[in-house]
């Protein structure tokens, strides 16, 4: 009796450290959460003044993420993080600078996915500022934590880390990108493409480009919903909804016949106004979306090309 009650003591013992080892691991397995929220919030603040191309609130903007690319061990892509570009918009001249990083590939090193967000927006207008805080510090803040990702979970293919800047104002960025390629365009795989991704009244993701492609319609029909978001295919002109394949820098690489996914939410009342403010996301809703936009990134990045 004393034998039977110390062996089952021992096991649930044993159980009981399994168990906070696993909630442990699982912890860990994504990324900070807190640094998620607080990178959107700073991102969002007034002190970037609306990150409006060629603004002193872009540059700042500019010098963030690429001090937490630095502070994360990301490398960049060329000779620094840095791709500068010029273009005309309404007849004023601007000057752009996409951040890009590179993550090198355990398996599949000369094959890249895109992973991608712009943190451009609209500025201060009439003396208010556009913060911007769903469109597009909630896809920056994601792209910093897929950083932070790969730094305990390398992949298996190589990953470039593009913030795109002038999506705003056409996607003047993610256009330059895949017409002045750093690597080969035949050696990207995939563009995943994040873009307003932190709010929502239906706890609704749509995952753009999945009738383009098989393997990327298979990936996200046969997604489990684990928790209170769900991940939707669609608007991608093969139903009613709105046709989002052109709305934001996924464009850019479905033109150059690159398999795209873009993860994106419904027009909400504070789209493109000075409400889009950090106080108004779903922080929940956000921290299940990046879960749910690396998962998906783990799935595609054990197919073979």
């Given amino acids: 009796m004393h034998h039977r009650?110390?062996?089952?003591?021992?096991?649930?013992?044993?159980?009981?450290?399994?168990?906070?080892?696993?909630?442990?691991?699982?912890?860990?397995?994504?990324f900070n959460e807190d640094d998620?929220?607080?990178?959107?919030?700073?991102l969002s603040s007034d002190a970037f003044e609306g990150r409006r191309t060629g603004s002193a609130g872009s540059k700042k903007a500019k010098v963030y993420i690429i001090n937490q690319l630095k502070a994360l061990d990301i490398l960049p892509l060329g000779k620094n993080?840095?791709?500068?570009?010029?273009f005309?918009?309404?007849?004023?001249?601007?000057?752009?600078?996409?951040?890009l990083g590179l993550v090198k590939g355990t398996d599949y090193s000369e094959k890249y996915i895109v992973i991608s967000a712009h943190y451009d927006h609209e500025g201060i207008k009439n003396g208010q500022i556009y913060n911007g805080a769903d469109d597009d510090a909630s896809g920056i803040g994601a792209l910093i934590s897929f950083a932070q990702y790969f730094k305990n979970n390398p992949p298996k293919h190589s990953v470039i880390i593009a913030a795109f800047d002038a999506e705003e104002l056409g996607l003047e960025g993610s256009k330059y990108f895949v017409n002045n390629a750093i690597v080969p365009l035949n050696s990207i795989m995939v563009n995943l493409n994040m873009d307003m991704i932190s709010r929502s009244e239906t706890n609704t993701l749509f995952a753009v480009g999945t009738r383009y492609n098989e393997n990327l319609k298979a990936?996200?029909?046969?997604?489990?919903?684990?928790?209170?978001v769900s991940v939707l295919p669609g608007h991608d002109g093969a139903d009613k909804l709105e046709d989002w394949t052109y709305s934001s820098d996924h464009a850019s690489f479905h033109k150059k016949e690159i398999p795209f996914l873009y993860f994106g939410v419904d027009d909400h009342k504070d789209y493109h106004t000075p409400n889009d403010d950090f106080e108004n996301i779903h922080p929940e809703f956000y921290k299940e979306a990046v879960k749910i936009i690396i998962s998906t990134f783990n799935k595609i990045d054990a197919l073979t090309f």
């Fill in 81 to 86: 993080y840095e791709q500068s570009f010029l």
């Fill in 219 to 228: 990936i996200v029909s046969n997604f489990k919903k684990t928790g209170k």
């Fill in 88 to 99: 005309a918009h309404h007849e004023k001249q601007y000057k752009g600078m996409n951040i």
């Fill in 5 to 30: 009650l110390a062996v089952i003591l021992l096991f649930l013992t044993c159980v009981g450290v399994a168990q906070t080892t696993s909630k442990l691991q699982d912890s860990q397995k994504f």
């Fill in 36 to 42: 998620l929220i607080k990178n959107i919030k700073t």
